[in-house]
């Protein structure tokens, strides 16, 4: 019997982080509370307060700085990509721009 190799499977994206990708692909750029509130109302109850975005927003910050590790999206600031370990202030969110050729 021969073995047949098989390729590991790419881990599947967590939740928060195929949301963030499935809203960046509309070709925006999103700052964490507008990921966070279409997070929030994708998971609503009844009984959810107004407030349930802010639940959110830490969880979509380490999604997105894990994405951009991975150069999945681009996390930038006054126009400029930022270091996805060291960040400040207001930032978007987009996927990476394609480099054109000269």
């Known amino acids: 019997m021969s073995e047949e190799k098989t390729e590991p499977a790419e ?19 999103l700052a964490f509370k507008d990921i966070a509130m279409a997070l929030a109302e994708k998971k609503r109850k009844p009984k959810d307060g107004p407030e349930l975005w802010r639940r959110y927003v830490t969880a ?31 930032v978007r969110l987009r996927l990476p721009e394609k480099k054109s050729k000269k």
């Open 11 to 29: 881990p599947k994206d967590d939740p928060i982080a195929s949301t963030i990708l499935e809203l960046l692909g509309r070709g925006k750029t």
């Open 60 to 90: 979509v910050k380490q999604q997105a700085v894990h994405l951009a590790r991975k150069g999945r999206i681009e996390i930038v600031r006054k126009g400029i990509v930022a270091d996805p370990d060291d960040f400040k202030g207001i």
